[in-house]
Nanobody
Framework: QVQLVESGGGLVQAGGSLRLSCVAS????????MGWYRQAPGLQRELVAR???????IYADSVKGRFTISRDNAKNTVYLQMNSLKPEDTAVYYC????????????WGQGTQVTVSS
């Protein structure tokens, strides 16, 4: 059984910062990629940022220059540092990972709410 648990969401004023964390636990042999998605009310879930095991990253255009994704392989943890937050960043943020456990699976966390007030 693999679990992803996010933390770090909350309420922040525009221009502020938050740091999200996501820890993977359970039977884990390796993690290929880890990433963050978000879903605002009435909209589809969208990719925010992704990092692969070698360290390469991709970002949505809307967050480039403001958000930074990083990972600690020893701790099976991925982080999302969010700076210069805007009201349009308000959403539920989900951690995602492709993990080699007893099988290769695509796993999701339960989500953490980020609310940016204007």
């Amino acid at each position: 059984q693999v679990q992803l648990v996010e933390s770090g969401g909350g309420l922040v004023q525009a221009g502020g910062s938050l740091r999200l964390s996501c820890v993977a636990s359970g039977v884990i042999f390796s993690i290929n990629r880890m990433g963050w998605y978000r879903q605002a009310p009435g909209l589809q879930r969208e990719l925010v940022a992704r990092i692969i095991s070698g360290g390469s990253t991709i970002y949505a255009d809307s967050v480039k220059g403001r958000f930074t994704i990083s990972r600690d392989n020893a701790k099976n943890t991925v982080y999302l540092q969010m700076n210069s937050l805007k009201p349009e960043d308000t959403a539920v943020y989900y951690c995602n990972a492709e993990i080699i456990s007893t099988y290769r699976g695509n796993f999701w966390g339960q989500g953490t709410q980020v609310t940016v007030s204007s």
